[in-house]
Nanobody, 121 residues
Framework: QVQLVESGGGLVQPGGSLRLSCAAS????????MGWYRQAPGKQRELVAR???????NYADAVKGRFTISRDNAKNTVYLQMNSLKPEDTAAYYC???????????????WGQGTQVTVSS
């Protein structure tokens, strides 16, 4: 059993900052990549940022220069530092991880339950 638990969402004014965290736990053999997706009402879920075990990163164009993804491999935790937030960043943010669980020699995608980020004055 593998779980992803997110924290750090909330309400923030435009221009403000938030830091999201996501910790993976359970029967984990290896984690390849961890990342964040978001979904606004009426829109499709989209990639925000992703980081591999080798610390290679990629970002959506809309967040480049404002968001930073980082990872603590020892803690199986990924972070998303969000600065200069805009109203259009408002969405439910979901943690994703590509994990090989103990006893299951395949890579599988796991998802967190989502955390709401609202940017509004």
């Amino acid at each position: 059993q593998v779980q992803l638990v997110e924290s750090g969402g909330g309400l923030v004014q435009p221009g403000g900052s938030l830091r999201l965290s996501c910790a993976a736990s359970g029967s984990i053999f290896s984690i390849y990549a961890m990342g964040w997706y978001r979904q606004a009402p009426g829109k499709q879920r989209e990639l925000v940022a992703r980081i591999t075990s080798g610390s290679s990163t990629n970002y959506a164009d809309a967040v480049k220069g404002r968001f930073t993804i980082s990872r603590d491999n020892a803690k199986n935790t990924v972070y998303l530092q969000m600065n200069s937030l805009k109203p259009e960043d408002t969405a439910a943010y979901y943690c994703n991880a590509r994990i090989m669980a103990i006893g299951r020699p395949v890579w599988e995608d796991y998802w967190g339950q989502g955390t709401q980020v609202t940017v509004s004055s």
